[in-house]
């Protein structure tokens, strides 16, 4: 099994042995992530960063996971800045980037968007989030957060709680949990449930969708809490958005009656989703999991580049 010059674009693109490979490099990369051991495996490589969507964690921790292996980053971090502006199309936009880089990190907001970049991109395309689409490097990293607390994934039962409609971490998520065999929990907003098709695909692999409206139910059995933002900038109207603002919160409250065990996970940003005072308790496990996305980057991008060949020829 190779995973050189591939493209990453959904979950779905890796195996399970692929996945828990990574998993297992990503634990190895932990200390060089922390820059207290040093590797280089990307020296002379150059990873472009495409963003044309906000972001934080993402692109910095890919940014730093680059510099780490001893790479270096071109950047797009503001399409106001580049000639996208102007009115240049995404695809023109990567075939330069494919010139100027050995892979190439886009995030953006119009689903499709990666896969379409891969089909023109002679380098590796790694989807950093299209959209409503998926989102397959945080995938990675809560697997890896989860693993490092339980030592395993399967049979974790993990309650997805959120905007599971417009949230690509879950679309990517609930597939990679499934292929673990987990336990799904899902629990949203009625206007906010999964779309039909990430819905069919669980279905297909033999996932029985089991949703739970209440909180404190949903919470009650779970090993794993999984908190995702409100999408708002998803919603095509505003008055929508507006009757689910706000609509649960996670507090101590909430989690009086959780496991001990219990670990609370988010991709962040947090929107007011997790109250502060959860960050003292032993269940929050969000900041870590924003660490590890170095670590599990560098795991990907290794995989990804280190060594000599080129794309469709691993
Ligand atoms: C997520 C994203 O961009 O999809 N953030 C992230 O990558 N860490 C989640 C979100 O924006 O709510």
């Known amino acids: 099994m190779s995973l050189h010059g591939r493209d990453v674009i959904s979950i779905r693109d890796l195996t399970r042995p692929e996945i828990e490979e990574l998993l297992d490099s990503a634990r190895r990369m932990i200390p060089y992530a922390e820059g207290k051991k040093v590797t280089h495996p990307l020296t002379d490589k150059i990873v472009a960063m495409a963003f044309f969507e906000p972001s934080t964690r993402t ?38 980037l494919t010139s100027y880089s050995d892979a190439i990190v886009l995030r953006h907001p119009n689903e499709g968007s ?44 993990v309650v997805l709680l959120g905007d599971l409609k417009y949230g690509r971490t879950v679309h990517s998520l609930a597939y990679a949990l499934a292929l673990f065999g987990a336990e799904l929990v899902f629990s949203s907003p009625s206007t906010l449930r999964l779309p039909d098709e990430v819905r069919d695909q669980l279905e297909h692999m ?46 101590n409250g909430v989690l009086a009656g959780a496991k001990s065990r219990l670990i609370v996970l988010h991709p962040l940003p947090r929107a007011g989703e997790i109250a502060a005072e959860v960050d003292a308790t032993s269940h929050a496990a969000y900041f870590r999991q924003a660490f590890l996305a170095v670590p599990v980057r560098m795991a990907l991008l290794a995989a990804l580049l280190g060594g000599p060949k080129s794309k469709g020829r691993s």
């Open 114 to 157: 990666a896969r379409l970049a891969a089909r023109v991109s002679e380098k590796p395309v790694i989807n950093a989030g299209d959209g409503a689409g998926q989102h397959p490097t945080q995938t990675l990293l809560d697997l890896a957060t989860m693993k490092e607390a339980f030592g395993t994934l399967s049979g974790l039962r």
């Open 206 to 251: 033999g996932v029985r969708i089991h949703e739970e409206d209440q909180l404190h139910r949903a919470v009650r059995d779970a090993d794993v809490l999984y908190v995702t933002r409100i999408q708002k900038e998803r919603f095509p109207d505003e008055a929508e958005y507006l009757k689910v603002a706000g609509s649960y919160r996670i507090d």
């Open 59 to 96: 692109r910095l921790s890919f940014e730093s996971a680059v510099h780490r292996l001893g790479g270096e980053c071109i950047t797009i971090a503001d399409p106001l800045v580049s000639s996208v502006r102007k009115g240049e199309s995404l695809s023109d936009t990567v075939h330069m």
